[in-house]
């Protein structure tokens, strides 16, 4: 099973880049997790939208080849960060790349709750027309106070997420497979 992840901070030490990196680690032997950096990605412009330059096609490309995509957001004043709603809607448009292919949504962030703000204006933009993208329910992974917990070389280092993670990676597998 092939799986793009989709981090919506492109800052160096992003804690979400790091959740990313944890989970193609972690769950190697399960599924093939490649990272979509969206730092080289053009802001969107209708103008240019059927020939677009090559970072857009390349990042189509790699999101029409996976089977899902996880999104792996932080919370930018209460919603959802501006690079990530660039990329969505790159996706939306044209040959809509992420008709019917299946979403998981993720997040971590600094304050308590977690990106739950985020996640929920996510899924609703998620199921817009030209997105259209079947979601998982349940399994929700809201990441609060993160900088506790990772350590200094970005290893995810809190039990109860990690073993939470292994529960919901399993869920997610078993979900897809019906799309697939
Ligand atoms: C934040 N942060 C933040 N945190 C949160 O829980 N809710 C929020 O609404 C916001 N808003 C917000 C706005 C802006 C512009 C910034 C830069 C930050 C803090 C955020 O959780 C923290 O910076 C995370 O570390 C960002 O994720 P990455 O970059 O570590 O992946």
Request: aromatic share 8%; no cysteine.
């Amino acid at each position: 099973m092939k799986v793009v992840a989709i981090v919506g901070s492109i800052r160096e030490k992003s804690y979400n880049m790091q959740l990313a990196q944890f989970i193609q680690k972690r769950y190697a032997e399960k599924i093939e997790v490649e990272i979509a950096s969206l730092k080289d990605l053009p802001m969107y412009n209708q103008d240019n939208e059927n020939e677009p330059p090559q970072t857009v096609i390349d990042f189509k490309a790699k999101v029409k080849a996976a089977d899902a995509v996880l999104w792996i957001t932080p919370e930018y004043n209460g919603t959802v960060p501006g690079v990530m709603v660039n990329a969505i809607d790159w996706l939306s448009r044209v040959d809509k790349v992420m008709i019917g292919k299946p979403s998981f949504i993720m997040g971590a962030s600094m304050g308590n709750l977690g990106t739950v703000k985020a996640q929920l204006h996510l899924r609703d933009i998620l199921f817009s027309a030209g997105v259209n993208s079947p979601q998982l329910s349940g399994n929700d992974v809201y990441i609060g106070a993160v900088h506790t917990k990772f350590d200094q070389t970005g290893n995810l280092t809190d039990e109860g997420t990690v073993k939470f993670l292994d529960m919901v990676i399993d869920n997610f597998l078993s979900w897809v497979k019906k799309y697939v």
